[in-house]
């Protein structure tokens, strides 16, 4: 790559050209000038792909010049005033930095810029793309010279990016040649032969930069085993790959270095169930905590298909816990629910899927909390919902729960547990008492009582309060008449 500065105070141009050149790691070849008297002088033999100018430089030649110039320019300014700013603007500057200049910020621009290196010759031990493809999908049994070449795959978190960093690494100038071939979910990489201290120091500076360029983390595998066809190195890359379920991302995986991964019942046993029902039912989260973590101890780590069936039965625990409190009714929690599931089955990493399965269980504790509060208030405001209408025959414990917005089913559970009866059982026991009330102390007709209390008929009222006073609705009027002390 080939930088051009220019730059009123030569220390500054100093700073800059060490930094560019110790932390670039394309190899860089730098032009400095401390006016703009030689530029045209300078483009004509250097030719640089990017200008670093001082904005104060610049005058309306300079800018004409400039402006029909193919370089990427970065515009420097002591002055952070308007003026300044529209000299970078009319120069088309892909930045404009406030000295003292930001180094770092410096270089994560630079290796942004579009340059393309049309001018180096690609040596005979770099790979073509149509090679990768029939060396990686044929299976060729040609062998890849190790000691030129070095393979590695790169592979982003969001796999639906993987063309996006296909296009950021081939502009990059971080490899002075490399051959990248983007598949599915990976990029794979072909870069001649380097030492391996300078090698990782490469791979390292591809994921910082992928970072700071993308927002998005990555892993590389890099191929350390014996030579062997391409085929066989990407097969054992993608292999160590899968380490990124137990250790996350900004890893840089060497294909020898696997894991033993052991084999886990992905059922819960019948102790299991029982410690998770009993955790939620006492809203034990630091149980199930310990539980779960147990999962991402790093000293064993466990097939991660069985790691995800097991974390689904987990889940099914959960949802009896929901069904006990009808919280799925609860249109956010059952999206949250919903939205679980799926991460458990297709989340790349496990710590992460155990985080948002603790965090879900830790809102349903609270929320069952508040629906065992409730229990007593729905109890309570049915019964004066009964009280208010027992005279009413089309009340039903249905109507009740309508007029309550909650099921008839969740009405039900509560008010038997709150009351030790049935709802239904409940209405007609009141509207019994109120009929015996009635016939004490009324001379109202038995049939009126009966419509009056919500009876529809009167020979089913009859039958009914018999249950309860083991005598018909008449005998017991008599009886009350009989025993009624005269004043």
């Not at 039965?313 to 069904?323: G, T």
């Amino acid at each position: 790559m080939r930088i051009c500065i220019i730059e009123r105070d030569d220390e500054e141009i100093r700073g800059i050209e060490w930094y560019l050149k110790n932390y670039l790691t394309r190899s860089v070849e730098i032009e400095r000038a401390t006016s703009c008297e030689q530029i045209v002088q300078i483009f004509s033999s250097f030719h640089p792909q990017v200008l670093l100018i001082e904005t104060e430089l610049i005058t309306p030649t300079v800018q004409n010049f400039l402006q029909r110039q193919p370089c990427h320019i970065i515009a420097l300014t002591a002055q952070p005033i308007y003026q300044q700013a529209m000299k970078a603007i009319e120069i088309k500057a892909a930045q404009l930095f406030v000295k003292p200049v930001p180094l770092e910020e410096l270089k994560s621009i630079i290796l942004t810029l579009p340059i393309k290196y049309q001018e180096d010759t690609p040596t005979p031990s770099i790979t073509t793309e149509a090679q990768l493809y029939l060396d990686l999908f044929l299976n060729t049994p040609k062998k890849v010279n190790l000691k030129q070449q070095v393979f590695f795959l790169l592979e982003p978190a969001q796999f639906q990016h993987n063309l996006s960093l296909y296009n950021w690494l081939i502009q990059s100038p971080i490899f002075e040649e490399i051959t990248a071939f983007p598949l599915q979910k990976r990029v794979l990489c072909l870069v001649q032969s380097i030492e391996r201290e300078q090698m990782t120091k490469q791979l390292r500076h591809i994921i910082r930069e992928w970072l700071k360029f993308s927002g998005e983390e990555m892993n590389i595998a890099i191929y350390d085993g014996e030579e062997t066809t391409l085929s066989h190195m990407y097969n054992e890359c993608k292999k160590v790959l899968t380490q990124r379920f137990y250790k996350g991302y900004a890893h840089i995986f060497p294909s020898s270095q696997s894991l033993n991964v052991t084999r886990l019942d992905p059922l819960l046993t019948p102790e299991a169930q029982q410690l998770l029902i009993n955790s939620l039912e006492n809203g034990d989260l630091k149980a199930i905590k310990s539980f779960l973590y147990k999962l991402t101890d790093t000293s064993t780590f466990y097939h991660h298909e069985d790691v995800r069936i097991h974390l689904t039965s987990v889940l099914a625990q959960i949802r009896r816990f929901m069904m006990k409190y009808h919280l799925q009714q609860q249109p956010k929690l059952e999206i949250q629910y919903r939205a679980l599931f799926h991460h458990i089955l297709e989340h790349p990493i496990m710590y992460a899927i155990v985080q948002e399965l603790i965090l879900f269980t830790q809102i349903l504790i609270q929320q069952a909390k508040t629906a065992q509060q409730l229990h007593a208030d729905y109890a309570e405001m049915a019964i004066s919902i009964i009280e208010n209408h027992y005279m009413n025959s089309t009340l039903t414990l249905q109507s009740i729960a309508k007029e309550l917005n909650i099921s008839a089913n969740y009405l039900s559970n509560v008010f038997s547990k709150k009351m030790g009866i049935p709802l239904k059982k409940y209405i007609q026991q009141y509207r019994v008492q109120q009929a015996e009330n009635m016939l004490a102390h009324s001379t109202h007709s038995i049939a009126s009582i009966a419509e009056a209390v919500g009876f529809i008929d009167s020979n089913y009222f009859t039958k009914v309060f018999r249950e309860y006073y083991h005598l018909t609705p008449f005998r017991y009027r008599s009886q009350s008449i009989k025993n009624t002390p005269v004043i």
